[in-house]
């Protein structure tokens, strides 16, 4: 007999639980939010079964917490993600996400014209909403894309 009850994916005693994620976008997520780089403990979960979603992933980060904006931009990418702060193995904040106005400092624009190419930073892009599509329109060039071209710096 199948245990529904049981974990997949190791407890975490503090730290941020992203959850929801649709599948095979955790990568992205690790990767586009520079958290490979840090030193903490890093526990995810890819493809597992999801009742909402068929298969989800999951990224579990030890003593690292996001704040409210931080964790919204992750709505471009994962909109029905869920981000749990814990304490002492407890969930002691869920946070659904909202679609942000602004991305910083994280990706980088499309346009191999763009200044921000030039100066080899990231691009700041104001987020839009054009027929239930996500566009990043970058604050440089001034020019749209889908969000899915849109990669990191």
Request: net charge positive; proline share 4%.
């Amino acid at each position: 007999m199948p245990q529904y009850n049981k974990l997949q994916v190791e407890a975490i005693f503090g730290g941020t639980v992203i959850d929801h994620i649709p599948a095979q976008v955790g990568l992205k997520l690790l990767s586009l939010f520079k958290w490979l780089h840090t030193k903490e403990r890093i526990t995810m979960g890819l493809n597992l079964p999801s009742n909402q979603q068929k298969k989800k992933d999951l990224i579990k980060l030890e003593n690292v917490l996001l704040n409210e904006d931080q964790a919204n931009q992750l709505s471009i990418y994962a909109p029905l993600a869920t981000v749990n702060q814990i304490k002492n193995y407890i969930v002691i904040k869920k946070q659904k996400l909202k679609l942000p106005k602004i991305i910083n400092g994280i990706l980088s624009c499309p346009n191999e014209n763009c200044i921000s190419k030039v100066e080899l930073k990231a691009a700041d892009f104001i987020v839009k909403i054009k027929l239930n599509k996500i566009y990043l329109k970058c604050k440089y060039c001034e020019r749209d894309f889908d969000h899915k071209i849109v990669t990191k710096i």
